[in-house]
Structure formats: structure tokens, C-alpha cells
């Protein structure tokens, strides 16, 4: 893979993982406009995504640290020291890990579903589209609850949305920020809580893609593309998620449903035109 491709590969994923647009839609749409074929592979493909999951994973934990000290050993005082009543940080801890039953266990049962049969420039565009408006309905919603207001209730109907975001194009945050903002979050809490919740997904991703990697080793020449893969996309994650706080703080989520339905709209007309297949 060169070097330039990994770079812009890692500054993607980086910005729509946290970005309402879709990282995995993106991924594919742009060495699909470019007429990249790096990945192609399915060896050299799973091992990029193992990196540009790991950029991301440390982006969401260095933005979050603070707070995620106090919710590891709120988590585990409620386990191991049993400590009743459960502290606020504990509790919020077990609600997130909740969050992530529902969408790990679709995604493993239909991994081969999604791989074949969703990803292609088509059904992308129409998911950009579609749920891009679906966002823009729902952002309507009003609410002020904070991240802190979280409920088991919360955490399995939101967690459960995730599922939507395993079609390319749906936008894992985009999606939970719906389902957010719907059970009456603010802006800001539903941006917040999107966020922590792709630790649990992202990180079970990750383990479970290195698990892989380890028995199937690195193919020959992408250790280097892999390095600047995790850099770029950590980066470029800390950046779009503090750059979605401070933006969701003042302004609405309007502009992302508007970048979304134009990608949307452009991807359909290179199919049209024959510009590019889908």
C-alpha cells in the first residue's frame, strides 16, 4: 500500500468514525473514486482495518481519559468490591458495556450478510441519504437530558440502534446520536454518549481483529502503511470528536446531514452516468 493512500485513509477514518457520516461507507467510497485497489485483498484489507481501528479506539480514550478513569474503577469497585449503592461512574460504566450486547452479537452472527451483500456505492449512497434526513428529523427533537441521565432503558435502545450502523453508509454515531437525541439527550449528551459508547464495540473489534491478525500475521510490506494507519486516524479522531462537542454545543447537527445527502447525491450521479459502477 503507498504511504500517501494510508495517510488519507487514516485522516478518513479518523474524521467520519466520529463524524455522523460513516467511516465504513467512506472507506469504501473513496479509493472507489480514486480507483485505489490497495484493498482488495481481503488479507490486506482486514489487517488496514485492524490499525485504523486502533487509531480510533486511542483517539475516543485520549479525548475521554479523565472520565474514564472514574468509570473503570467505578466499574470495577461495583464487580469486585461490591460496593452498594453503585457509584454514578459505575453505574454509567455497566450501562455503556450493556450498550454493546446487542449490535456485537448481530454483527458476529451476520459478518459474512454484511460483507457480501451490503457495502456497494449504491446501497451506500441511498444509506447516506436516508439516514442523513432521519437525523436531521430526529435532531428536531427537544431535549436537554445529559450524559449523566443515562438509564439501562437508554443504554439498550440506543445500544440496539447500533445494529442499523453495521450497513456501510448508516453511520455508527450517526445513528446512536439519533436514537439519542430521540430519547430527549441534548445535543451535547448525545454526542457525548455516542461517543463512549463505540469504546465496548470498537474495543471488542479491536481485540478480536488482532486476535486474527496474530495467527494470520502482517502481510508482506504493510507494517509501515499499518504504523502511519493507527497515527493518522488517532489524530485526525481526537480532533473530529472535539470538534463535534464544540460545534453540536452551539449549532445543530444540519451540517452533516447536509455533507451527507451531496455524497449521496454525487455517488448516485457517477452511477448514473456511468462515470464509475457500482
Excluded: C
Excluded at 468490591?81 to 446487542?102: D, F, K, M, N
Excluded at 437530558?145 to 450502523?165: C, N
Excluded at 481483529?209 to 493507527?230: C, Q, S, T
Amino acid at each position: 500500500m503507498p504511504i500517501f493512500e494510508a495517510i488519507v485513509l487514516g485522516i478518513v477514518q479518523g474524521l467520519t468514525e466520529f463524524l455522523p457520516v460513516s467511516s465504513s461507507g467512506h472507506l469504501l467510497i473513496v479509493p472507489w473514486l480514486f480507483g485505489w485497489d490497495s484493498l482488495d485483498s481481503d488479507s490486506v484489507k482486514k489487517s488496514f482495518d485492524v490499525a485504523l481501528h486502533l487509531g480510533t479506539l486511542i483517539a475516543v480514550i485520549a479525548y475521554f481519559r479523565r472520565d474514564l478513569g472514574g468509570y473503570v474503577a467505578g466499574g470495577i469497585s461495583a464487580v469486585v468490591r461490591r460496593e452498594r449503592p453503585i457509584t454514578e461512574e459505575g453505574r454509567i460504566a455497566w450501562l455503556l458495556v450493556l450498550s454493546a450486547v446487542p449490535a456485537g452479537i448481530v454483527g458476529f452472527a451476520a459478518r459474512g450478510f454484511i460483507v457480501d451483500a451490503l457495502g456497494t456505492p449504491l446501497v451506500i449512497a441511498l444509506s447516506l441519504i436516508g439516514f442523513g434526513l432521519v437525523l436531521m428529523w430526529a435532531d428536531r427533537s427537544i431535549g436537554d437530558r445529559p450524559l449523566e441521565a443515562v438509564t439501562r432503558r437508554d443504554a439498550l435502545a440506543v445500544g440496539t440502534a447500533q445494529i442499523l450502523a453495521l450497513n456501510p453508509g448508516t453511520s455508527r454515531s450517526g445513528i446512536t446520536i439519533t436514537a439519542a437525541r430521540r430519547a430527549g439527550f441534548s445535543r451535547d449528551g448525545a454526542a457525548r454518549l455516542s461517543f463512549l459508547m463505540s469504546l465496548p464495540v470498537t474495543g471488542g473489534a479491536v481485540v478480536y481483529e488482532l486476535a486474527g491478525l496474530a495467527a494470520d500475521g502482517i502481510p508482506d510490506g504493510l507494517f509501515i502503511p499499518m504504523v502511519i494507519g493507527v497515527i493518522t486516524s488517532a489524530v485526525a479522531g481526537w480532533i473530529a470528536v472535539w470538534g463535534t462537542i464544540r460545534i453540536v454545543r452551539t449549532y445543530s447537527f444540519t451540517p452533516f446531514v447536509i455533507y451527507r445527502v451531496g455524497l449521496g447525491v454525487l455517488i448516485l450521479a457517477l452511477l448514473v452516468t456511468g462515470v464509475r459502477t457500482n
